[in-house]
Every structure is written in structure tokens, then in C-alpha cells.
């Protein structure tokens, strides 16, 4: 209840938009797909292992396997590092650029939902997904179609699981909305094509 309070004194206060995180993600009745541990590579050099997955429709567990897989050649690249290191953040929580490349490469499990979104989150606020500390990323199919788009969102999303904020959305200096730019730099440094 606090939180719909707080985000209606924001808008109205224009902050940006606000996202609203439904109680129970909308998805359509759909089967759960637990995946093998992490189908694409060696679990120790991984970054991002993917959990299990749920809600899905026909193609998108190949796509999050994919953008699990592109999310892992960033974040294990030279030029992830370097973005990282000379980046201005905020919401930094007192940490230097070494300690958010440290933490943001450090392992983690992703467990995936997707959902179908909302009128609201799919026309006013733009919610392609969130997280709400439960190590579930719920990506919004309406926006989420390709596995590019899926990498940015989990790289996003992790980084709130590992303790990063924003203060409101429009924060685009906090360390989740510039790991999304940072996303899109490396990718385009290393060659990972934006159609994937």
C-alpha cells in the first residue's frame, strides 16, 4: 500500500513514470520449464546462470537462453570492464566502479517470468520488466521479443538483485539504467548484432 502511495505523490509530483509491480504477474496458464543448471557453457566461468523459467510461450525459452548467453559474453568481456570503469554512476550505495564491475560480475542465478502486461504498464508506464527481490526477472512480452532486448533486461534486473537502485525511473545515471547502456555499447563493440 505504501508503495502505491509513494508512486502516486511522484507522479503527480513528475518524477517520470512510475512502475507498477502487480501483486501476482499476469501470465497466461502455461507450463514451468526448469532448465539444466546453465545450458550454455561452463557453470565456473558463467556470470549469469540461467534458473528456471516460467510462463513462457513457444520460442521464448530459446530466446532467453540466447540473451543468457549474450549477457554472459558482455559481462565476461575486457570492454564490459572498461565501460564500467570509466562510467559516472549514482545510486552508486558508496561503491567505487571497481567494486560495481566486481559485484556485477560476480555469479548469479536468474530465474525468468513472462507476462503479459498490463493496459497501464504497457502504454503509460513502458514496463518491460522488474524484479521485487524474489530472484525472478518478469519480462513483459509486449516489449520483450528478441534476445538482445531479454540481455539488457536480465543485465537490468540483476543488477537490482545485487543491491543497485534507482531512485525514480528517470534515474538514467544509477547503476541499472546505465548497465543498459553499457549493454549497448559493449554489444556493439564486440559485434553482437541488435536483430538477435
Not at 565476461?76 to 565501460?83: A, I, L, N, P
Not at 545510486?91 to 503479459?116: P, R
Amino acid at each position: 500500500m505504501f508503495k502505491r502511495i509513494f508512486n502516486w505523490f511522484k507522479r503527480k509530483l513528475g518524477f517520470g513514470a512510475v512502475v507498477s509491480i502487480p501483486k501476482v504477474p499476469t501470465t497466461e496458464p502455461t507450463i514451468e520449464v526448469a532448465a539444466p543448471t546453465n545450458p550454455l557453457g561452463s557453470v565456473a566461468t558463467s556470470k549469469v546462470i540461467l534458473g528456471n523459467v516460467q510462463g513462457i510461450i513457444a520460442g521464448e525459452y530459446k530466446m532467453i537462453a540466447e540473451a543468457v548467453e549474450l549477457a554472459n559474453k558482455v559481462l565476461s568481456s575486457q570492454e564490459f570492464k572498461d565501460e564500467v570503469l570509466k562510467t559516472r554512476f549514482t545510486s552508486t550505495e558508496g561503491m567505487t566502479n571497481a567494486d560495481i564491475f566486481k559485484k556485477m560480475t560476480e555469479q548469479a542465478i536468474v530465474n525468468v517470468t513472462m507476462f503479459y502486461g498490463s493496459y497501464m504498464q504497457n502504454f503509460v508506464w513502458k514496463t518491460q520488466g522488474y524484479e521485487q527481490g524474489d530472484g525472478v526477472v518478469y519480462a513483459n512480452r509486449y516489449f520483450i521479443t528478441k534476445a538482445h532486448e531479454m540481455a539488457s533486461l536480465i543485465i537490468h534486473e540483476v543488477s537490482h538483485q545485487k543491491g543497485f537502485h534507482h531512485v525514480h525511473a528517470g534515474e538514467y545515471t544509477s547503476v541499472p539504467y546505465r548497465m543498459n547502456e553499457i549493454f549497448e555499447t559493449v554489444s556493439e563493440q564486440i559485434g553482437i548484432n541488435e536483430s538477435v
